[in-house]
């Protein structure tokens, strides 16, 4: 019974889970709905409201923004709309600062989270998973003598929070795996280890 019991757990805990988290996405999106006048929703129009609707509406919007943002004159209304934002002095540093980290990320030529690293933290001798976000730069790199990288340390089991470190690259091994198998392995704390491959010839990290 208890081989049973356990069996049926693994089976259904992961997809409790999903669902739990799938619907909170949804619920979360469909409350963009709400903003609408009375008479333009959904239960006003149809009579009864439309699991999903908010969904489908943020992702159009997100579709018509960068359609609109990638010709010409949409160029413009963003340039006009960002200098709009610079004249706002406490919104000016958290916009351009959420704006430059989230071009890093997501920019098709960046190196941002693209590597998965073994480094020792917090001391010698205990090893941990890091990803490479860069170089130092500004005036830290000034201070710092020698070939270093800047890597993130995410926490176990919510990789969204971590600690930002700048290390020598001596002291910095190159996984062969991919960044979505590092968090995976972060998120299990250990438990669901990435698959072992045939040994290659190590790389060198961000030589460019």
Excluded: C
Aim: charged share 15%; hydrophobic share 50%; aromatic share 10%.
């Amino acid at each position: 019974m208890k081989k049973y019991f356990v069996t049926g757990l693994l089976i259904w805990i992961p997809l409790v889970i999903t669902f739990m988290v799938l619907a909170w996405i949804v619920g979360t999106l469909d409350q963009l709905i709400e903003w609408l006048p009375n008479g333009l929703q959904p239960r006003a129009i149809l009579g009864f409201n439309i699991p999903g609707i908010g969904l489908v509406a943020s992702v159009l919007i997100v579709l018509i923004t960068g359609l609109v943002a990638a010709n010409v004159l949409g160029q413009r209304l963003v340039a006009y709309w960002e200098a709009l934002l610079a004249r706002i002095p406490v919104v000016k540093s958290l916009y351009y600062g959420v704006k430059q980290v989230s071009d890093t990320l997501f920019s098709s030529s960046g190196q941002a989270f693209r590597k998965a690293l073994l480094v020792q933290y917090p001391r010698q001798g205990s090893w941990t998973i890091a990803f490479l976000t860069g170089k130092p730069g500004g005036d830290a790199a000034r201070h710092l003598h020698g070939d270093y990288v800047s890597v993130y340390v995410p926490t176990t089991p919510n990789p969204t929070s971590g600690f930002f470190l700048m290390m020598p690259r001596e002291d910095v091994i190159e996984l062969d795996m991919s960044v979505d198998e590092a968090l995976k392995y972060i998120i299990s704390m250990g438990v669901v280890a990435p698959p072992a491959r045939p040994l290659a010839p190590r790389a060198a990290l961000l030589n460019e």
